[in-house]
């Protein structure tokens, strides 16, 4: 069986963070392992508390998992402080994993910036260059690239911009009011020459979409580890989500999760 390694925040709601990752890994096929970068207190209406792994305590955790369970790819989303990001950067290169999925966590789809200017400069100069591919959103692009983006030529062009920085392939994810859902990966595709592609997606109306970075993220990875190309990947995992969305769950009072295990029975 395959093995998959997400390191990030755990969300105690399930949405999202590690417990999205966990889910979406399992229902993809992978074995799923985790680093906690910090535990938060939170449901569907918002974040309560946060409370960070040390930098000593999370480089523990990593080199315990991968010097037994070595994982055929590695997920990590969210990571507040420039001390946690070096210690997974360091970690990438002394353990030589590999199909790194980077989900640079920095703005919210409000626009809130999530994590201090410090930490954003270390992701930029020690985390995103180890990537195999990274997925912002419009905000995260617009960072990333220095460029506002305003229309699907925009996003072509953030997305050449930061794979010409950083030298890892880009997913840029669509929404946020721009278009359909339709996400644009920039980078060396499946082994060739660097190129583009769209992946049209059908917005599902459905209002309860906490932890859809997350999961989109995982379930790359998930695709990466079982051998499949970045493209095929990438498609899987679009599917994926769009089927977990279109299940409609609805729970809690907020901004709920939505259905990871939408193709699980639970009979046995």
């Given at each position: 069986m395959?093995?998959?390694?997400t ?17 979406t ?16 207190a939170q ?57 790194i ?17 410090d ?24 960072v ?12 072509e ?14 997913l840029?994810?669509?929404?946020h ?15 060739g020459?660097r ?7 059908k ?25 499949k ?5 990438v ?24 259905n ?9």
């Open positions: 395959k093995t998959a390694l390191i990030a925040g755990s969300d105690s709601s399930g949405g999202a963070g590690i417990q999205a990752d966990i889910k890994m399992t229902a993809n096929g992978v074995y799923a392992m985790s680093a906690v970068t910090a535990l938060t449901n569907t209406t918002g974040v309560e508390s946060v409370m960070e792994s040390t930098p000593e305590f999370l480089r523990q955790q990593i080199r315990m998992v991968v010097t037994d369970i070595f994982p055929d790819a590695v997920k990590v989303g969210m990571v507040s402080s420039s001390a946690l990001i070096q210690v997974i950067a360091d970690c990438v290169k002394e353990f030589n994993l590999k199909n999925v980077v989900d640079p966590v920095m703005v919210a789809t409000s626009g809130a910036k999530l994590i201090s200017d930490a954003v400069l270390t992701l930029k100069e020690r985390l995103l260059p180890l990537a195999t591919v990274i997925t912002p959103n419009i905000p995260e692009a617009q990333l690239s220095g460029t506002k983006i305003q229309s699907p030529a925009d996003m062009s953030a997305a050449r911009i930061i794979c010409d920085q950083y030298g890892a392939s880009v840029l994810k669509g929404g009011n721009l278009n359909d859902a339709n996400d644009y990966l920039f980078g060396n595709l499946d082994g020459e190129m583009g592609r769209w992946f049209n997606g917005r599902i109306d459905n209002p309860n979409t906490h932890g859809t970075g997350c999961t989109l993220s995982s379930a790359i990875a998930s695709n990466l580890a079982k051998g190309s970045l493209t095929e990947s498609q899987s995992a679009k599917n994926y989500l769009t089927c977990a969305l279109a299940a409609m769950l609805d729970l809690g009072k907020g901004s709920g999760p939505m990871h295990a939408f193709a699980i029975e639970g009979t046995y």
